[in-house]
């Protein structure tokens, strides 16, 4: 018998993010706590977003009083895949089953004592490679974001866009961080055709981009863009990974339905031609962890482009195991997802 235990948790931002689907505040999260016995247990975590994934906290909190009810049959020995079908069969809803699979890996960690990446790949990476993320409007706090990014060792910088004075913004991140620095924009689909896109990527190009982001909505769309050959392109909202519709491919563990469903579609994206990374909707620390031992996994097949998962030091007391360093987060030592001592 399993029991699933869930709690809220609310996690205010330091500065408010502004973005082309609306501000955000504060996060909203469901943590679960799975358990079959005494000392097996294993924690997971939904981080639905309502404005950005369509998916409410209420909805997905419904799904999960499903999932207890029928995981309150489940024995010790219940093989993860059948679980997380059972699962899957009573409500289809990934947001949801990704505390679940979450939960699972990170029993499966304590009980193998040792990290969650290590059981999802032989020569999964130490360490994984970010971006830092800039949400300024104007052009000082862009700059001055951009410089404290460079000086802190990060590589990279995303720039939300679709948000007013794009351009100025993005000249003056490229003059504070440097030539060195790439560049990648992220429109959340801002621009309503690929025409419009195109023009506004026209005029942030020669600033020199890595990839443009979800410049627009929808596979066809975005393909157009992409052959327009303005700039590379990443699909992220869109969520079509075997489209081969462009360049790179944006996965995220909730919309994934967890690090399972994450790395099926990394392997549908990467057979259509597409390059992957792993991003977070400023998840918490568990769906952090998550996203860092799933791209540290897909690392082994060869290196990532900067994984969009630096972003708990948007919130107050990140955990320290989580903090980037030198532009990259080390996977946690440990067992599980966040090195809890080993069962």
Not at 17 to 23: D, I
Not at 174 to 189: E, T
Not at 253 to 281: E, K, N, P, Q
Not at 308 to 333: M, S
């Amino acid at each position: 018998m399993a029991t699933l235990a869930v709690t809220p948790m609310r996690l205010p931002l330091r500065t408010p993010l502004v973005t082309a689907w609306g501000e955000l505040r504060e996060r909203d999260l469901l943590q679960v706590r799975l358990a079959f016995g005494e000392g097996d247990e294993g924690r997971g975590e939904a981080a639905p977003l309502e404005p950005y994934d369509g998916i409410s906290l209420g909805v997905v909190a419904a799904a999960l009083d499903a999932y207890g009810a029928i995981l309150r049959d489940a024995g010790p020995r219940d093989e993860h895949g059948a679980l997380l079908a059972a699962c899957a069969a009573e409500r289809d809803l990934p947001a949801a089953l990704a505390a679940i699979d979450l939960a699972l890996w990170d029993r499966a960690g304590r009980r193998a004592g040792r990290p969650v990446a290590q059981l999802l790949a032989t020569g999964a990476a130490a360490a994984v490679p970010v971006n830092a993320t800039i949400g300024a409007t104007d052009r000082a706090g862009a700059s001055a974001a951009a410089e404290a990014a460079a000086h802190a060792g990060f590589g990279c910088v995303k720039v939300k866009v679709g948000v007013g004075d794009d351009a100025g913004r993005i000249a003056a991140v490229r003059a504070a961080a440097g030539p060195g620095m790439a560049i990648r924009i992220d429109a959340n689909g801002a621009w309503s055709t690929a025409h419009e896109a195109l023009a506004n990527l026209r005029a942030l190009a020669p600033a020199g981009l890595e990839y443009a982001e979800e410049p627009v909505h929808g596979a066809d769309a975005l393909a157009a863009v992409r052959a327009a050959g303005v700039c590379a392109v990443a699909m992220d909202e869109t969520a079509e990974p075997g489209a081969g519709a462009t360049d790179a491919v944006c996965l995220k563990v909730g919309r994934s339905g967890g690090i399972t469903g994450l790395l099926r579609d990394a392997r549908l994206a990467r057979a259509a031609g597409s390059d992957v990374y792993v991003a977070s909707a400023f998840d918490g620390p568990l769906g952090i962890a998550a996203g860092v031992h799933a791209a540290a996994a897909l690392a082994a097949g060869g290196p990532l482009p900067w994984c969009g998962l630096a972003t708990l030091t948007a919130f107050d007391a990140p955990p320290p195991a989580l903090v980037p360093a030198g532009g990259a987060i080390a996977v946690p030592a440990g067992s599980g997802l966040l090195g809890a001592p080993a069962r």
